[in-house]
């Protein structure tokens, strides 16, 4: 059996009216697919009479007619599209085309976006199943009942236009280890490059799934509340591999590598005694125990850069994001990290519920003033089924649910996406400022010459940062 794997172009934003994410986001890079990457790899591995391949749109810079051409000159029997709600319009134009070739087809859509609107998907037109959840198991089990003529109406996690009236749970896989680790060989894994990174290519893993945490603006809360992890021998037994491939810059996309410290410990401890030459970034919340001693393997270990969500430097909003960052913690952490020499990266978001413009203001201060080495400042919009969103339209601040409008009807995209309280305008004059002071300031610009990094890389970034500097001028 053919099976054909599609990460759709990335052409029609939900959100498309925010012009600064949208280049900056152009400019940074691009990533693997690595939720395709485990499903195909668990595939390859317990069904190997199955024939794979992988399309990755945005990174191979192919449009809707490439796609098409693909599908006629591979002739699958099965097509796996993933999903992501803010790139809804451009998931199904794929599986649009792929009826087009041959309605006979089958469709499965997997990824985020089915974490939450599962049922709405399966009742359109060309989707013919829906993976709900974590989906290695779930789509393996499909694809068995497919080849072995089986009623796959009955398979877990498996959504049809013939089972609607069950009772569907979610899936989740608890012990990751079962998992295959990913095969970037599916890929032209060559292609992956930061522009944060040492050098390139890179590529990025996920050592662990779910969040132990409850932000209100997050929507991960709805698709994985116990947190699982790999162990820390399936982790560099996954370094390796990737190293084996010549890359040497890794990104570890969990959404809190650090939640478990005596797991970061041995991979650590692993690294070294196997001496692994790899550089990483990893993303952590501030408050974790990060003493020195554990930054210290961590840097000792490869550990390069890490990514804190720090969101706002207003106490009172911490609580009312539900985040309680000890703000005093985050200066010590973000301190002991230059200490001992990993660069440092903070979130932040302008324009949080009952936010006022000074205490914007003094966001931006505290980002300067703890002298990270990137600050991207995005612009809150509620994302759908995050508890802002839900309690909004429940009290009425949000008076039409428009996510799910779109969800419904995603050629339209979503003009009014910030906080309604907020004046539109002041945010977006503030996101364009916080860039701008931000990022161009003698004293950073000076820090960023004198960063470790390949010369490639500077070119590109002093590039990226000119385009973007002309683009904020002019906005
Ligand atoms: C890494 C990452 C990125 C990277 C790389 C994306 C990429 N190429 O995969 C970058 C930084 C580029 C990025 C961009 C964006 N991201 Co992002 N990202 C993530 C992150 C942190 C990890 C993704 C990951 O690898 N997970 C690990 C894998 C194993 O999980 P998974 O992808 O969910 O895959 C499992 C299932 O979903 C399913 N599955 C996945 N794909 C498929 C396909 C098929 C056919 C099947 C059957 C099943 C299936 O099976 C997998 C294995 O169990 C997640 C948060 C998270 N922890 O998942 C957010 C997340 C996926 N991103 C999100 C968002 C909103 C975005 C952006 C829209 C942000 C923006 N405003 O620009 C863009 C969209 C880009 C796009 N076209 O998808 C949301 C998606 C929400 C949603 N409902 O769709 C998430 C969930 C974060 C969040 N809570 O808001 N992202
Ligand atoms: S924002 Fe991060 S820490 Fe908070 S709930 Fe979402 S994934 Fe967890």
């Not at 290695?136 to 877990?156: T, V």
């Not at 990270?372 to 039409?400: C, H, Q, W």
Request: charged letters at 25%; hydrophobic letters at 40%; one cysteine or more.
């Amino acid at each position: 059996m053919k099976i054909l794997f599609i990460f759709p172009p990335k052409e029609n934003w939900a959100l498309r009216n925010i012009q600064l994410h949208k280049k900056i986001d152009e400019e940074s890079g691009n990533y693997p697919p690595l939720g395709i990457l485990y499903v195909a790899s668990y595939l390859e591995k317990n069904i190997p009479s199955c024939e794979i391949k992988i399309i990755d749109a945005p990174t191979e810079k192919l449009s809707f007619e490439n796609i098409k051409s693909t599908v006629k000159n591979f002739l699958p029997d099965v097509v796996g599209i993933y999903f992501c709600t803010e790139y809804l319009y451009d998931a199904y134009k794929v599986a649009e085309s792929v009826k087009e070739v041959n309605k006979n087809i089958l469709t499965v859509a997997g990824g985020p976006h089915l974490h939450i609107y599962p049922f709405e998907t399966i009742q359109t037109p060309y989707i013919d199943f829906v993976v709900y959840g974590e989906a290695e198991i779930a789509f393996c089990n499909l694809i068995d009942s497919l080849i072995n003529s089986k009623d796959p109406n009955n398979i877990d996690g498996i959504i049809t236009k013939y089972n609607l009236q069950k009772q569907h749970k979610v899936q989740y896989i608890f012990n990751l280890d079962e998992l295959v680790m990913p095969n970037r060989r599916l890929l032209n894994y060559k292609l992956y490059r930061s522009f944060i990174t040492y050098s390139n290519p890179i590529t990025t893993m996920v050592t662990s799934r779910g969040c132990a945490f409850n932000c209100y603006y997050c929507n991960s809360i709805e698709r994985a509340k116990k947190v699982r992890f790999h162990s820390a021998e399936f982790v560099v037994k996954e370094i390796q591999d990737i190293v084996s491939l010549g890359i040497k810059d890794v990104i570890f996309f969990d959404e809190n590598f650090t939640f478990n410290i005596r797991r970061v410990e041995d991979i650590c401890d692993l690294i070294i005694e196997k001496r692994i030459k790899i550089r990483w970034h990893c993303r952590s919340r501030a408050d974790m125990k990060l003493e020195k001693k554990i930054l210290q393997k961590m840097k000792d270990a490869g550990c390069r850069m890490i990514q804190f969500g720090i969101e706002t430097a207003t106490p009172r909003l911490q609580k009312i994001i539900n985040k309680h960052l000890d703000l005093e913690n985050v200066k010590k952490v973000i301190k002991i990290c230059k200490d001992v020499g990993i660069l440092t990266y903070g979130n932040f978001m302008l324009g949080l519920p009952t936010e006022t413009k000074q205490e914007m203001l003094n966001t931006i201060n505290f980002a300067i003033e703890l002298g990270l080495d990137y600050a991207p400042f995005g612009v809150f919009n509620p994302l759908p089924k995050s508890v802002f969103y839900e309690n909004a339209l429940k009290d009425r601040t949000i008076k039409k649910d428009y996510w799910y409008e779109y969800v419904k009807d995603p050629s339209k995209p979503i003009v009014d996406y910030w906080w309604p309280l907020h004046d539109k305008n002041i945010l977006k004059e503030l996101n364009y400022f916080a860039f701008k002071k931000f990022y161009f300031r003698p004293s950073y610009i000076l820090k960023s010459i004198f960063r470790k990094q390949s010369i490639k890389q500077k070119f590109w970034q002093a590039k990226s940062a000119i385009k973007l500097f002309l683009s904020t001028s002019s906005a």
